[in-house]
């Protein structure tokens, strides 16, 4: 079975600074999507992951896979307000039948003026 | 941008009896998803759908839950006999995907969700 572990669950920081999401999946998975989720809103998808070594990024947030350690950081550069919300990664299990994300549970982000 | 359009926006319903949530994907999507969150919790899979059939479910989609693509754009969650674990955020998802792979680079995309209370 295809766990998805995130770390940290919380994270509060201030604008300005920089930091890193981590999400660790325990088995083989060839691809790997992260979210974004306002309070009481849907998710948002920022970006998809095919292949080891991927690297996307997209304004403050740069996304990256490693498929050997099973990692995937969503990383933050000089982090607005704006940015706060839970950010979420998903993995689909490469040995299984393609049509379900497994999620972790989430990274809520703070960012404070 | 096209979007997945869900209704209601909240459901309030009384232990035991039916909801029928609904959801329009996209319309040139193939592939159609029911997830749920708890409050506060992560998302979960409920079950996936693909050329009027499912094609994978989870533990959690047990005989209490249906779906049905009842015409050409509506794709609907029917849940019988609702319990209060069932209160949740309910999204609708679809994606493009190919016929090889229903979600090869292509994200899933999420309606709003429909929050179901269930007292």
Redo the contacts between chains.
């Keep these: 079975e295809l766990k998805v572990e995130q770390n940290p669950l919380f994270l509060s920081m201030q604008e300005g600074k920089n930091y890193t999401i981590y999400c660790n999946y325990s088995t083989t998975s060839d691809?790997l999507?992260w979210?974004r989720q306002d309070p009481g809103?849907?998710?948002?998808?920022l970006f998809?992951l095919?292949s080891n070594g991927a690297v996307k990024q997209e304004g403050r947030l740069m996304a990256s896979l490693d498929t050997k350690a099973r990692l995937s950081t969503l990383h933050i550069t000089a982090a607005v307000h704006d940015l706060s919300a839970t950010y979420?990664c998903?993995a689909?299990y490469s040995g299984g039948?393609?049509?379900?994300?497994?999620?972790?549970?989430?990274t809520l982000l703070t960012v404070n003026p | 941008e096209p979007e997945v359009t869900q209704t209601p926006s909240h459901q309030v319903t009384q232990m035991g009896q039916e909801v029928i949530l609904r959801c329009v994907p996209i319309s040139n999507h193939l592939y159609f998803y029911w997830y749920r969150q708890i409050l506060g919790q992560k998302v979960e899979f409920l079950v996936s759908f693909y050329n009027n059939e499912i094609s994978e479910k989870s533990e959690i989609f047990d005989d209490q839950f249906s779906v049905e693509r009842p015409d050409g754009s509506n794709f609907t969650l029917k849940i019988r006999s609702t319990k209060l674990e069932d209160s949740a955020m309910y999204f609708c998802a679809s994606s493009e995907g190919t016929v090889v792979s229903p979600l090869y680079n292509s994200p899933l995309h999420f309606g709003n969700g429909t929050r179901l209370t269930v007292t």
């Design positions: 691809r999507y979210y809103k849907s998710l948002e998808s998809v095919l979420f998903a689909v039948s393609n049509y379900k994300l497994t999620f972790g549970k989430g």
